[in-house]
């Protein structure tokens, strides 16, 4: 095997672990993304429930003052 064999060879090899590397990195990118996205529509969840929520106090002190004037 020849020098420029061996620096073929690992020039393969760092090619190869810079491809993986780049591919873990869209992954975990990948995933950040999505837990973002879930935590993002877990905070709406809540937020729509509290609107809610204090909708139906309103109403319901609403419909109470009416009912004991």
Known sequence: M????????KAQDLSEKAKQAAQRGRSEASERSS?????????????????????????????NRDYDA
């Open 35 to 63: 837990q973002s996205r879930e935590q993002s529509r877990e905070q709406s969840r809540e937020q729509s429930q509290d609107s809610l929520d204090d909708a139906q106090q309103e109403a319901e002190d609403r419909f």
């Open 2 to 9: 020849g020098i420029k064999d061996q620096f073929q060879d």
